[in-house]
């Protein structure tokens, strides 16, 4: 248990360390959904229509975009493997990761996202619904992107790679994510959604840490 | 202590050594030899666990690597090639943050103390990607002294190192050894400890 | 003068939370960046004293 | 002539730079004070209210500042991170660092107190207007500098980074300013307009006008402020610096 | 210029050695493009009104991602040192890797981008003026991409740093790129559009190399 | 040739070493030598002009060399601590590439001797991510024979080689100094060549 802890708080230290790391993932995502409204034109009523599919898929590229920091950096310089051979069970020091990661990528964009909500004029409620289902969703995304993040360790390429395994596992995420806030403005309300995103992310939590810790021995062989 | 028997590794198709067979008591220490390419690293890398050789098998106190698992790791310790510090992190937060990963404390004391030996005074506070070379080199070293292994596992651990340091740290070894360790090195150059038994791939 | 009560100076005619909201926005920031930039002057400064008192030390072991 | 390009230089070094600037913060204070009192008591006291727009207009006397220094800091900056980069002076890198985090604050002021504005006027927080629009980039451009210095340690490669990012965003800003009017005004109108305050009172230009001068005088002290620390920072190891008073103290 | 040529030739062969690093790009456009109809719904007519904004900016942001491997691994293994102490002057080499780059990473999205329109109902009109913008952005992209990929060199956190340096600035490219397709299918003509998208282009391509080659001294030091 | 005078360097607020003046003349070679950190990397990088030094100048034939540019990067090869080798191509490649980037086009049957040479036969065809240690640095040094530069600067370049690619790479600068190049070298280990003027930091 110490060991997560050590290991969560090395990951917090280190990403104080790149701060600005942290700070302009946030502001990719804040780009990114301003880039929309200049592609497609400023109709408010357009803007309303298309804003959660924007903010999900903003935060699906935020996240994954800050994956490839979670081991490679590790990999690049031998700390995985040192972690491999300390005495901790691998699988518990995965698990630290990837909450470090959540609170460092994932936690920020689901605070900023009101914010951003405002510009494409949602009201106080759908906000609300939002960030509700940004905080369900981004676990489940730091999750998933773990195993992904494992699975292309040191191959070449591996950062798009990396996306291409990703974007559709994230598939699911996204459609009961956005369709949380979608369902909610259109009237239908949006708990069932919500309590889906639930089921899928108490299945990661289980799921993922395994696999990611299997896929991260295959790559360090 | 450590024994292996039959051993094996493959590389692509190209067989690097088989049927090596060696055994490692309290106190000693193997000197592993070949040319470059020979198979020297890789030999180290099926020993930690890190890949599993194409044949043979590989015993700590009796029992299969494989099977020990995390009562093995405790017991090891191994550097590579690779740098294997935060570049981000200063040299003290650097052994602070891989021993916390052990599960141990660290004595602030103490690891000053050790940085000191390992040659880094005034450095302790500067990351380590500013460091030279053999300053990163020492500042990965100097895990031998904060994390108490009985068998160390040492790829080339002298590139880099000036004559101090050379000096040093195969007086680290020699004191390691005759508290009853275990160590198993590669270098191209010839030892500057005595003793040691040779590996030839 | 063109206000007859503290209150109706307050209310802004309706608009105060987002006239306030502007000019109480601006006043924090304007206040806290220049206190910002003085602690990292006397930051500094300590810092380069405390560098100073160990060069002494370091002296006087000598 | 030699003379004055000597003196130039003396002040272009930090070291005699340090000081005087320390002379001259509680100057700008002083104005900043004078400016912003006598500003705000003209936009809150003297100007009358708006006939269409009620109090709420009041929030110009801010808001135009705020959007004139962020646009004008950002030459400013871009200025000095040249200089820096044709002349090689140390003190410009330094100047351009610390009028960095001043001019974002300016942008997001501008922002904030913008859409504050809009919520009543237009009955939304925020539309792509191209005013809007480009500046909300132009705090994107802020944040970038700020960022990219902030990532490299050595400080003159720092200097030389941001310089080259400086200058490709002062090329950059015209032909954004001007794409993103394009963009919108190409498109049917938005369905909320800007409504202009009608031919604003002669007190409402004074006070803005006042308060413009404020937030400029304000710059200027934070800036000069915040460059005192940087030239400390930099200097840590020099002669001068232990020597200073502060530092024997 | 036979340097000129060998070091294009040279990136050409990179990247046909990795292969996937190239096609994984194209994915990731493809994937980026596709998860819209999934976030917001799959009315045609609300499609095709945003399709030229999405499809640009997946292109944008499919650019943007490959721009780390334009200085990067040259920067990692030391072999940008190399280039900067061979006898062709640096911008030379520059703009040589630029049109590398431009050519495994902007024209495959061009080649693939009338597929992905027809997906969003787009009529054959509409997709030559989009590809015909797509051809005179996307070099444009690389150019000012190349920028920012030379300043953050060797910074950490460089690859979402770099995002934010760069997408700001390519602002007008999506402005007048899928503004083109806009007008056209308004009905106003694109010709206005493309000529300015064609204008920054020529300018680009004067002062871009120039202060890549600027950035990548700095980053050397 | 290459002549310098009153040279300092500063890293971050450290001053490495100041007032450092030496010549090189033609089948002269230099041993820069200096415990880790000492500066001797930071030393060889200004010499090259990746980094400009705080203070002093170097000349070579006379002119500075900020001033000559390319016509002095063309007589020049510096090998540093880094690779320098793209992993995903093959040795005879990186070789081309490298040789077509200087302007020059490399005939087949001399590169496949020089790697010969340097102990990489078999592994021509190999991408270089696949060679051990030793051999990668090996593929470096090759360009030490496939481009004919007249001042070598090399950085610890005996690190990772074994006993036999030691001499092989020995002798070689041997050759080059007695035709008539120059070198400038860093290493821990004593040299294995005569006559080499030694610079101290
Ligand atoms: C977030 C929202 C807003 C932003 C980012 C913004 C930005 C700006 C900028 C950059 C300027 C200076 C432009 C120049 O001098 O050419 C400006 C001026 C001005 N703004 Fe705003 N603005 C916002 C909202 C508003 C609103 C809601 C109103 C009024 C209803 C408003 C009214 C004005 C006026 C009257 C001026 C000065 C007139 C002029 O100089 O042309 N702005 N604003
Ligand atoms: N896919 C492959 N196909 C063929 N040979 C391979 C392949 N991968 C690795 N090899 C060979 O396997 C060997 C790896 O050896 P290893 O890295 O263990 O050498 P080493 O003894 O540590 O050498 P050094 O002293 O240079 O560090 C090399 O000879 C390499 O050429
Ligand atoms: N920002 C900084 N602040 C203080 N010292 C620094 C900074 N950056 C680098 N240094 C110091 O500068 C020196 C760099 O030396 P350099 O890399 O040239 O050493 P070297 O002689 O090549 O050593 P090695 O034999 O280990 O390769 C190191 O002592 C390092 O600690
Ligand atoms: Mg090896
Ligand atoms: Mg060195």
Redesign the interface.
Known sequence: MSALLAIVRRDLLLAMRRKSEMLTALFFFIIVVSLFPLGIGPEPVLLRKIAPGVLWVAALLATMLSLNRLFAADHADGTLEQLALSPTPLGLLVTGKIAAHWLTSGLPLVLLAPVLGVQFDLDASALGILVGALLLGTPLLSLIGAIGAALTLGVRGGGVLLSLLVLPLYVPALIFGAGAVEAHISGLGASGHLSLLAALLALAVFFAPWATTAALRVAME | MLSVTDLACV??ERRLFSDLAFDLAPGEWLHVQ?????G??TLLRAL?????PAAGEIRWRGAPIGRLG?DY??E?L?L??????????TPL?NLR??A????RQLDERDTLATLHRF?LKG?EE??V???????K??VLLARLVTRQATLWILD?PF????????DMLSALIGEHLAAGGMAILTS??TMPMANGRAVKL | MIWNSPAEFFAMGGYGLYVWGSFGACVLFMVAEPIMAARRHKQILRTLRRARIAEDLDKEAK | MSNRLINWFKFASPQSFYPLAGKMIPWFWALTAVFGIAGLWLSFFVAPTDAVQGEGYRIIFIHVPASWMSMFIYLVMAAWAGLGLALNTRLSGMMAQALAPTGALMAFLSLWTGALWGKPMWGAWWVWDARLTSELILFFLYIGFIALQAAIDDPRRADKAGAILALVGVVNIPIIYFSVKWWNTLHQGASVSLTKSPSMAQTMLWGMLLMALAFWMYSIAVALMRVRAIILERETHTEWVKELEAVKR
Chains 1, 5 share one sequence.
């Open positions: 590389r692509g070949g040319e470059n390419g020979a020297k690293t930690v666990g890190l890949s599993p995390e790791r405790r090891l191994y590579g090639h690779h740098g294997a510090v935060k570049e981000d992190l937060e943050v891989a916390a990963l052990d599960g040659g450095r500067l990351p990607r500013f460091l030279s070379a053999g300053q080199r020492r080339e590139t880099a190192l000036d004559v101090k340091a050379v191209h150059q």
